[in-house]
């Protein structure tokens, strides 16, 4: 069993940052892919952003490309996102997940183990 935590979460002002982290532990397998993804108030479950195991391979939903920063040390069993200029819309709970590498990373169905999930709430 592998159990993610997630923190970080809270209320920020639009165009304000906030970063959230995500630690993996337990029986984790190697290599694995540690993502994001985040569900509003009667919307499904959507993909942000996913890291490779060495860290060197990143990807973004189109909707927070150019304002959210995904990082992983090589190896590290711990993720983050970096979330600036935040905008209302990114109101939502966010998931960590973590699952085996692919090359399609915004699929919700490949990662095997999931997070409790972080509230973030963003005020105009």
């Known amino acids: 069993q592998v159990q993610l935590v997630e923190s970080g979460g809270g209320l920020v002002q639009a165009g304000g940052s906030l970063t959230l982290s995500c630690a993996a532990s337990?029986?984790?397998?190697?290599?694995?892919?540690m993502g994001w993804f985040r569900q509003a108030p009667g919307k499904e479950r959507e993909f942000v952003a996913a890291?490779?195991?060495?860290?060197?391979?990143?990807y973004y939903a189109d909707s927070v490309k150019g304002r959210f920063t995904i990082s992983r040390a090589n190896g590290a069993n711990t993720v983050s996102l970096q979330m600036n200029s935040l905008k209302p819309e990114d109101t939502a709970v966010y998931y960590c997940a973590v699952g085996p590498p692919s090359n399609r990373p915004a699929l919700r169905n490949w990662y095997d183990y999931w997070g409790q999930g972080t509230q973030v709430t963003v005020s105009s």
């Open positions: 337990g029986r984790t397998f190697s290599p694995y892919m």
């Open positions: 890291i490779s195991w060495s860290g060197g391979s990143a």
